[in-house]
């Protein structure tokens, strides 16, 4: 499958899930510090975070095969600062659920509510690192035009016009 049709898909999980994670393991600490649910209920945020892990690796991984066919229209450097974000949120991410994890082999001691409280706390640096990366992602597209690399006769479909085709067309309908 080609990176065009996977990278922009798959990098909106964990952008997703870094929005999410904070209010998911919040309510999930408060539950497990006020009892109202079992500290292994905590196991939810955990898990969550791995996927977020995963999506994030994935994301990695698709956006470095599309690289050298965006450096074409982009400049590197642009590149390599979202690439750079990626990697520090990915780190970050992988970092919290570690965290998450050992709150949950310390949940029948005091340390365990304590990590776990920390590891919520961590879920809002993730969430910053996810809206840096996704907005240099998003300039990438948006304000540098990335998306340029796959416009062309091997990307269109069929009777489609290129992009510069169509702005000219409309630009002559404005006359």
């Given at each position: 499958?080609?990176?065009?049709?996977?990278?922009p898909k798959v990098v909106h999980v964990p952008i997703a899930l870094a929005v999410l994670m904070p209010l998911i393991a919040?309510?999930?600490?408060?539950?497990?510090?006020?009892?109202?649910?079992?500290?292994?209920?905590?196991?939810?945020?955990?898990?969550?975070?791995?996927?977020?892990?995963?999506?994030?690796?994935?994301?990695?991984?698709?956006?470095?095969?599309?690289?050298?066919?965006?450096?074409?229209?982009?400049?590197?450097?642009?590149?390599?600062?979202?690439?750079?974000?990626?990697?520090?949120?990915?780190?970050?991410?992988?970092?919290?659920?570690?965290?998450?994890?050992?709150?949950?082999?310390?949940?029948?001691?005091?340390?365990?509510?304590?990590?776990?409280?920390?590891?919520?706390?961590?879920?809002?640096?993730?969430?910053?690192?996810?809206?840096?990366?996704?907005?240099a992602g998003g300039d990438l597209v948006y304000r540098h035009g990335a998306a340029q690399a796959y416009v062309g006769a091997?990307?269109?479909?069929?009777?489609?016009?290129?992009?510069?085709?169509?702005?000219?067309?409309?630009?002559?309908?404005?006359?």
């Open positions: 499958m080609e990176s065009l049709l996977f990278h919040g309510g999930l600490w408060v539950a497990w510090w006020r009892e109202w649910l079992p500290a292994r209920a905590f196991a939810v945020a955990a898990a969550l975070q791995a996927v977020m892990v995963g999506a994030a690796a994935l994301s990695l991984s698709t956006g470095e095969a599309d690289e050298d066919r965006v450096e074409r229209v982009v400049a590197e450097s642009l590149i390599k600062a979202h690439e750079s974000a990626a990697q520090v949120f990915t780190a970050a991410a992988l970092l919290v659920l570690i965290v998450m994890i050992v709150a949950l082999a310390l949940s029948s001691r005091p340390a365990g509510l304590f990590v776990g409280l920390l590891a919520t706390l961590a879920t809002l640096i993730v969430l910053g690192l996810g809206y840096r990366t996704g907005q091997a990307t269109a479909a069929p009777g489609a016009q290129p992009a510069g085709a169509a702005r000219e067309q409309r630009r002559h309908d404005d006359d």
